[in-house]
T-cell receptor, first 116, second 111 residues
Framework: NAGVTQTPKFQVLKTGQSMTLQCAQD?????MSWYRQDPGMGLRLIHY???????DQGEVPNGYNVSRSTTEDFPLRLLSAAPSQTSVYFC???????????????FGPGTRLTVL | TQLLKQSPQFLSIQEGENLTVYCNSS?????LQWYRQEPGEGPVLLVT?????EVKKLKRLTFQFGDARKDSSLHITAAQPGDTGLYLC???????????FGTGTRLTIIP
């Protein structure tokens, strides 16, 4: 099993450009999520999905879009990149929890994005 | 937004010493997880605590969930250089699919 894979590992964009961060998992997990990590702020949830065709917003969704057409893939789209979106982005997957009990989140290796 | 504040933000100690890291919130969580993250990698789960007052041990690491389920602590005995990393707590709630992460504690163990 490859687990959770993310591409690219590094990316530099100019302000206003768009791009898609790819995320795939081979564990047949229902739950997938995207986080951004900034110094001193831990991980902040951008968007999440509890299954194919179902997505919802997290804490910081503005400027990002997601879709979940298959169980395996959960791409994150930056519509018009801004310097404030410079961050490290992590995708995670897990089996869906029951009544607030979270199962183990498996994280990808991250994408380091710089917006100039 | 539920906030999980971790303290200290940075901690640097000598190998062999003991340490405690705290995760505090004004909100109640149904369960709480601790993750460790090494540079250039994603976080990896260490433990999940569910019951108020619960204590779990993982070798030299002891995790405690507060009685009121608003806080948690991580105690490391006889720290080793391999314990170096970013420690993150994360809380979950009934009826809410979102996991809230804490601000993180960056731990450095000096050989």
């Amino acid at each position: 099993n490859a687990g959770v894979t993310q591409t690219p590992k590094f990316q530099v964009l100019k302000t206003g450009q768009s791009m898609t961060l790819q995320c795939a998992q081979d564990m047949n997990h229902e739950y997938m999520s995207w986080y951004r990590q900034d110094p001193g702020m831990g991980l902040r949830l951008i968007h999440y999905s509890v299954g194919a065709g179902i997505t919802d917003q997290g804490e910081v969704p503005n400027g990002y879009n997601v879709s979940r057409s298959t169980t395996e893939d959960f791409p994150l789209r930056l519509l018009s990149a801004a310097p404030s979106q410079t961050s490290v982005y992590f995708c995670a997957s897990s089996r869906r929890g029951v009544a607030g009990l979270y199962n183990e989140q498996f994280f990808g290796p991250g994408t380091r994005l710089t917006v100039l | 937004t539920q906030l999980l504040k971790q303290s200290p933000q940075f901690l640097s100690i000598q190998e062999g010493e003991n340490l405690t890291v705290y995760c505090n919130s004004s909100s109640v969580f149904s369960s709480l997880q601790w993750y460790r993250q090494e540079p250039g990698e994603g976080p990896v789960l260490l433990v999940t605590v569910v019951t108020g007052g619960e204590v779990k041990k993982l070798k030299r690491l002891t995790f405690q969930f507060g009685d009121a389920r608003k806080d948690s602590s991580l105690h490391i005995t006889a720290a080793q250089p391999g314990d170096t990393g970013l420690y993150l707590c994360a809380g979950a709630n009934f009826g809410n699919e979102k996991l809230t992460f804490g601000t993180g504690t960056r731990l450095t163990i000096i050989p």
